[in-house]
Each structure stands twice: as structure tokens, then as C-alpha cells.
């Protein structure tokens, strides 16, 4: 006993506050630390009632009990250790900081210079040493405990070939729907509200990605009036980011899900563990830096001052430390289990298996997360490459993945665009990109297909504007403003963009992978040109949803919806381009003339018209319940990306059936056995 509060010695695990029912547990981890002690707080966070110092020091893990401590209890950790950057320990006690595992946090940061752990401004900054308090300046942990009651039984547990994802941002989507009340557009309640589930469902996708949802700081000290927006600046790996949450509680995201869930919708998150917001040496102490440096972030090997950076923003944690690891999973097992997660899609995932350095596709963070029982079921997509040396690691992720396909990305654009010698790459990149994912019993489903995302134009955009308005996004856009460089009041220049976005659409949504359509592209949201918005928490970045083109809306719908009904355009298999049981070939690629594609004819640069047909019988790997192959139809595809009309010889369908348009982008026509594709046009025909 210490005065009138009773101190019990408590558990090493689990880390965070634990509350139950009659006191709480806390636990933190620091390999380096002299001493640690606990603070507590007013429940308004303004006053520091008392500290606690940790006396119990167990297996790296500071720990104790406290009868009569409950959830709503405000806290937070001053660590002492060495001030040594020299060596790689930053510790000042005089910084208050955010428990890793709290499970919600209270009040926003504020960059005032009592945040840095040095004198913010004086010579060799981050060597000074600053003795001013920080608490008044940062949010405080919570002691949490979670009383939902879910409805929804069990997750939707979609097959991810049959998947189709549509990536997000939680405030941008909402912020201007206009029949949401205004205190819940910009939030996860707002999400959950039956017109927006209305309308996600309407479209006929079948998964949101969340752009960052963990707990993120906005600001950074040296961003001026604007803040990060995407919100790759993760601060906490187990909060909800707060200002996303109406109520206050982290528990509106569990609401939030379990309304999607109700709907058949599985909620993906993008998640970023490569890096955290304290930047570099020269950013604030909130949490890892403070409490222990040398074991959180990866640092240079005899330059310890320093971080050794594989993500562009400052610093990598070091997920070669088993603790950094644990804390990863962790938080992993906390949103598929606590808060009902269907997937995970990892920013910079190279930087997450780097081991020694190198990318490790079987051991360390990827080995350990294959083993997993919690995460074993959950869909796994990751962004292939970080900003290290050999970062570019497409198509080595483990089997179970998914990745983010940028040569896919690339080659619509080109193709559509009209770029010389982008037949071959394109009919590669529809077919499922095999060569790069086809290995180890992979699915077709690896390639995460894409042709925007947030990062860059939007679909819109990308057929305005020969060049960004903005100077700081990437250089090569593969864009085209088709005769004016942003917006035009030529009806022919409109008509011809509207119809690039369908035709680009078309190839997304009949591919073979796993489609994301970033949000608003299907309604051409526009960004003006900006194409690397992520400090732009504005009306730029945001879906306006009173000027949304209703017939590239409906059109998008109508793809998705012949996804849906035609498992021929989401095979569990690779094509093989070779004879099958029934006769015929899965794929058969023509020329113009209708005969079969030879070597000379791949080769030719001014090869700009893909034109092929698929069959239904050959896909005998979708069963009923009885075991019995469910055959689909015959389809023929003409992707004509030339400026000049092109006259296709139609092969005569099966015995007693015949073509079908389903749709075709341009204005072309049957011509007896021939069909003309107008110019940059996509024709869709079915057998019936």
C-alpha cells in the first residue's frame, strides 16, 4: 500500500490496461528503461492526479494492479532512461506518453514545442535535452472495456474470387452526404447509416477498404495549416482513430461493422505498421520513442542517432525485435477477433518483412503471421514494395495474399491511352497476370487489379489531365486530357473522356483478379488535377455527392453486376490458352481477321485492337452443392485503344446460338459476319 491507494503487484501480460471487474492491470513493455511510472488523470484530462512508479519488472515488462482503477480512467507512462541519441536512446521523463496498447485514447495532440523530447530550434536539436512537460499537450489513454452486443452472427466470409472491393476514406465518403445529420458525416456511425450501406450495396461491391483507421495523428509539426488527411501517420495500433467515432466511445466501430456485416459487406482496413507518426530525430516523443527507442524503431547500424528509413516518412519499426513483432499481431488479433475485421490490406509491406535488412517471404513477419490461427481466414492484401533498397517485391508475397497490382495499373492506362506496344502487357494483365502470381498454388485472386487508388489521379482525372496541377505527386500518370489539359466545355472532349473511364472500367471489372475501384470513380469524382491530395481535407479530397455522373454510375453497376452473374470473368483458376474437356479453348486470341494470334502478330508496336473470346464450358471449378460443375456461357471481347475504327470477322458462336451485344462503349455495329469497333471502344457480346 502507497498512501490510500492499494498497488498490487499485477501481471506482465497481457500489455495496456486490463480491466476485471474489480481493478486493473497495467503492463509495459521497455527492455531499456531505469524506471517507469504510471500517471493518472482528471476525467477531463487537464489534471494529473497522481503517479504511480512501476516497482515490478518482469520478462522486459513493467507491470502492476490497482483495485478500484475502471474503464474511463485517463492515464499515461513517464519512462526514465538515458537521453543518449548518440546511441540510440531518447528516454525524458518529463514527456507523458500514449500506452502502445490502449484501446482508446481522449483529446487531441497539439504541437507545442514541450512535445519534442529535445529543444525544439537550438543547435543540433535533437541532441539538447528538454525538460518542459508535455502532458497538457497530448491525448491520454483510457482504460477501456468493450460491453457491444453484436447482431450480426458471423462474418460474411466472402470467396475472394467472387469479391469486389471498394477503398475509401471514412470522412471523405461521408462528409457531403446530403442526408446524413451533420454530426455523423465524416464518421463510422455515418458509415453504418442505411442510405450509404444502401448505396455500397446498390453498386454491388462486396468489401470497403478503409484508408487508415487506427488512431492517427493530422498535424506534423512542420505542415503549416494543413494536416494528414489519408492518415498514414499511425499513432496507435489498437484505437479507432477518435475523430472518426461520434460518440466519443472506439465502440461505434464495432456498430459500424456490424452494420456492414448485416448487409453482407466485409470491412477490409488498411493498416500501417511499417512506420508510426513520431517521424525522425527530429519529430515529437508520444509514445514509442519515449519509452523505448533502440527496441521500437529500426536504427542505423553505428549511426544510432539516426533511423534507418524503408518508408520515406522518418523511421521503420524494427519488426526484426520479437516485441515489435508481438505488438503487430496483437493488434492484428484485436480487430479480426475483437472488433470483427474481414481483412487487412499493409501498407509498405516490404518494410513489415525485411529481416537483416532483406525481404524474407517465409520468415519473420510473413512466416509468423501465416501461422497465426486468428488470421488464417481473414483476407491479406498487401502494397508490395516499400522505399529500401530491393523494395519492389511483386509477386513474391506468400500464398494467401493478395497484392496491390501496379503493372496492371500501368498497362490500362497505357493501352487506353493508345501508347504503341501495350497489347501484349494489357492481354497479360486481363488474363490474371499469371507469370507473376501463378506459382505455389496461387489464385488468380493474388493480383489485386486496380487502376486508381487513392495515391494519385482519380479515374476522372486520369482522362482530363496531361499533367498534375499540383507539384509534389508522381511524374509518370500515363494520362491524357484528350485535346484539353483539364476541364473543357467540348461536348466531344466530354464524351470521349466519359467514354476512356467506361472502357477503363470494363477491363477492371472483367479481368481476371481481384477488382478495387477507389471511392467515387465509378461516378467521376475529380480531385482538379491534384494527384497526391494527402493534405487536402477539403472539398478536394471529399465525394461530392450532388455532382455525381449518374451514367457512369449506372454503367459501373451494370459491370459489376455481369461480374456477378458470370463466374467466367472471375475464374478460381488461371487460363490456359489450351484445349479443354468440352472442346475449344478457355481463352482463343484472335486478329481483327479472325484468325489465331501468332508470334509475329503479338510483336507488331502498332498492335492496338485485343479481340478474343472465353469460354464458360471450359471453367468446370464452380460447383453446386452436389458436386456438379456449373458451366457459364461463351463470351467475345473486342478492346479496340485505336484512334481509327477496326473491322472484326465475328466466329459463329456454338451450334444453335448466337451473338448478343451486352454493351459496347463506342457506337459500333453488326456488318453480316463482321462487327466495326469504333474508335477507343470496349464491346462485350454473349452467346444465348
Given at each position: 500500500m502507497r498512501g490510500k491507494r492499494i498497488i498490487l503487484p499485477g501481471r506482465a501480460y497481457p500489455l495496456g490496461s486490463t480491466f476485471d471487474g474489480k481493478g486493473t492491470n497495467f503492463a509495459l513493455f521497455s527492455r531499456n528503461a531505469e524506471?517507469?511510472?504510471?500517471c493518472l488523470f482528471s476525467s477531463d484530462g487537464k489534471e494529473e492526479k497522481e503517479r504511480i512508479e512501476l516497482v515490478e519488472y518482469t520478462d522486459e515488462t513493467w507491470h502492476c494492479y490497482i483495485p478500484g482503477i475502471r474503464p474511463g480512467q485517463l492515464y499515461g507512462w513517464r519512462v526514465y532512461g538515458k537521453y543518449?541519441?548518440?546511441?540510440?536512446?531518447?528516454?525524458?521523463?518529463?514527456?507523458?506518453?500514449?500506452?502502445?496498447?490502449?484501446?482508446?485514447?481522449?483529446?487531441?495532440?497539439?504541437?507545442?514545442?514541450?512535445?519534442?523530447?529535445?529543444?525544439?530550434?537550438?543547435?543540433?536539436?535533437?541532441?539538447?535535452?528538454?525538460?518542459?512537460?508535455?502532458?497538457?499537450?497530448?491525448?491520454?489513454?483510457?482504460?477501456?472495456?468493450?460491453?457491444?452486443?453484436?447482431?450480426?452472427?458471423?462474418?460474411?466470409?466472402?470467396?475472394?474470387?467472387?469479391?469486389?472491393i471498394y477503398e475509401l476514406h471514412v470522412k471523405g465518403f461521408t462528409k457531403l452526404h446530403p442526408k446524413l445529420p451533420n454530426r455523423l458525416r465524416g464518421t463510422f456511425a455515418g458509415l453504418a447509416r442505411r442510405e450509404v450501406v444502401a448505396y455500397l450495396k446498390n453498386l454491388g461491391i462486396t468489401a470497403v477498404e478503409l484508408m487508415p483507421s487506427q488512431a492517427f495523428f493530422m498535424g506534423a509539426e512542420r505542415y503549416g495549416d494543413r494536416h494528414n488527411y489519408w492518415g498514414y501517420n499511425t499513432v496507435n495500433f489498437f484505437t479507432p482513430e477518435p475523430t472518426y467515432c461520434d460518440s466519443?466511445?472506439?465502440?461505434?466501430?464495432?456498430?459500424?461493422?456490424d452494420a456492414f456485416h448485416a448487409a453482407g459487406l466485409e470491412v477490409i482496413m488498411d493498416v500501417v505498421y511499417n512506420h508510426t507518426a513520431e517521424g525522425n530525430q527530429l519529430g515529437p516523443t508520444l509514445s514509442f520513442r519515449g519509452i523505448d527507442n533502440k527496441s521500437y524503431y529500426h536504427l542505423v547500424e553505428g549511426s544510432e542517432r539516426y533511423y534507418f528509413d524503408t518508408t520515406g516518412v522518418g523511421n521503420s519499426l524494427d519488426f526484426s525485435n520479437p516485441r515489435v513483432v508481438e505488438m503487430a499481431m496483437d493488434s492484428l488479433r484485436y480487430f479480426s477477433d475483437e472488433m470483427?475485421?474481414?481483412?487487412?490490406?499493409?501498407?509498405?509491406?516490404?518494410?513489415?518483412?525485411?529481416?537483416?535488412?532483406?525481404f524474407d517471404h517465409s520468415g519473420g513477419f510473413l512466416g509468423v503471421v501465416r501461422q497465426d490461427p486468428s488470421l488464417q481466414r481473414v483476407k491479406k492484401l498487401a502494397e508490395p514494395w516499400d522505399m529500401g533498397r530491393n523494395g519492389y517485391q511483386l509477386g513474391r508475397f506468400?500464398?494467401?495474399?493478395?497484392?496491390?497490382?501496379?503493372?496492371?495499373?500501368?498497362?490500362?492506362r497505357r493501352f487506353w491511352r493508345g501508347d504503341a506496344g501495350m497489347a501484349p502487357e494489357m492481354a497479360t494483365r486481363f488474363c490474371g497476370s499469371s507469370e507473376l502470381f501463378e506459382d505455389r498454388g496461387r489464385r488468380p485472386w493474388s493480383s489485386l487489379n486496380y487502376i486508381a487508388s487513392h495515391d494519385g489521379f482519380t479515374l476522372a482525372d486520369l482522362n482530363a489531365y496531361d499533367a498534375p496541377r499540383n507539384s509534389d505527386g508522381p511524374e509518370h500518370n500515363y494520362s491524357s486530357g484528350y485535346g484539353a489539359d483539364g476541364p473543357s466545355d467540348d461536348k466531344g472532349i466530354i464524351s470521349l473522356r466519359r467514354r476512356q473511364a467506361k472502357n477503363m472500367l470494363a477491363t477492371l471489372f472483367l479481368s481476371q483478379g481481384l477488382p478495387m475501384i477507389a471511392m467515387g470513380d465509378e461516378c467521376g469524382r475529380t480531385?482538379?488535377?491534384?494527384?497526391?491530395?494527402?493534405?487536402?481535407?477539403?472539398?478536394?479530397?471529399?465525394l461530392d455527392w450532388e455532382k455525381r455522373d449518374e451514367e457512369l454510375s449506372e454503367f459501373a453497376r451494370f459491370l459489376i453486376s455481369i461480374r456477378a452473374r458470370h463466374s467466367v470473368f472471375r475464374r478460381s483458376r488461371f487460363y490456359r490458352g489450351s484445349d479443354c474437356a468440352v472442346g475449344g479453348k478457355d481463352i482463343t486470341w484472335l486478329t481483327p481477321k479472325g484468325e489465331e494470334m501468332k508470334p509475329e502478330d503479338w510483336a507488331a508496336k502498332s498492335l492496338k485492337t485485343l479481340v478474343f473470346a472465353l469460354s464458360g464450358e471450359c471453367d468446370d471449378f464452380h460447383l453446386d452443392k452436389g458436386g456438379e460443375p456449373q458451366y457459364d456461357t461463351d463470351f467475345f471481347i473486342i478492346m479496340n485503344a485505336d484512334v481509327k475504327s477496326v473491322e472484326v470477322a465475328i466466329p459463329r458462336p456454338r451450334s444453335g446460338r448466337k451473338w448478343r451485344q451486352v454493351f459496347d462503349t463506342g457506337y459500333s455495329l453488326f456488318a453480316g459476319d463482321a462487327y466495326v469497333a469504333t474508335p477507343r471502344s470496349f464491346v462485350l457480346l454473349e452467346a444465348v
Open positions: 524506471k517507469v511510472e504510471l543518449d541519441p548518440l546511441n540510440g536512446h531518447r528516454f525524458n521523463h518529463n514527456k507523458l506518453l500514449i500506452d502502445p496498447y490502449a484501446r482508446e485514447l481522449r483529446g487531441g495532440l497539439k504541437y507545442d514545442p514541450a512535445v519534442f523530447g529535445y529543444k525544439y530550434g537550438a543547435e543540433d536539436e535533437d541532441l539538447s535535452f528538454d525538460g518542459r512537460d508535455s502532458a497538457p499537450f497530448v491525448p491520454k489513454s483510457v482504460v477501456h472495456a468493450g460491453k457491444y452486443r453484436w447482431q450480426s452472427k458471423a462474418k460474411p466470409e466472402r470467396r475472394r474470387h467472387n469479391s469486389v466519443g466511445n472506439p465502440e461505434d466501430f464495432k456498430r459500424f461493422v470483427r475485421v474481414d481483412g487487412f490490406r499493409f501498407d509498405l509491406a516490404v518494410a513489415l518483412a525485411r529481416v537483416g535488412g532483406k506468400p500464398a494467401g495474399w493478395s497484392e496491390w497490382n501496379d503493372r496492371y495499373r500501368i498497362a490500362v480531385q482538379g488535377g491534384n494527384n497526391n491530395a494527402y493534405l487536402e481535407d477539403n472539398p478536394t479530397s471529399w
